[in-house]
């Protein structure tokens, strides 16, 4: 699930459209699950370092998307907030 997360983060980060990012947050939640399933093994520490950063990453993301999507909808009114 983790390399399920990272490739969606990636293709998002290539072409920023709404599918990758909810694959991105459900593979991230999902692999979160397995690895709290797994219990006292040496492989669980990187796994939820790697799902944390995953979860930032997909966290950047949607106020990237969101913003995108305003964007998209009324460039000039975005303009105008941020002038």
Do not use: H, K, N
Not at 6 to 23: F, I, K, Q
Not at 42 to 67: C, K
């Amino acid at each position: 699930m983790t390399a399920a997360a990272l490739l969606a983060a990636c293709a998002w980060l290539g072409e920023p459209r709404v599918g990758y990012l909810a694959t991105c947050v459900v593979a991230t939640i999902a692999g979160a699950a397995l690895v709290w399933r797994e219990r006292a093994r040496p492989s669980r520490v990187p796994l939820l370092v790697a799902l944390a950063a995953l979860g930032i990453a997909a966290a950047m993301a949607t106020r990237g998307q969101l913003r995108l999507s305003r964007f998209a909808s009324d460039p000039a009114a975005v303009g105008r907030e941020e002038a």
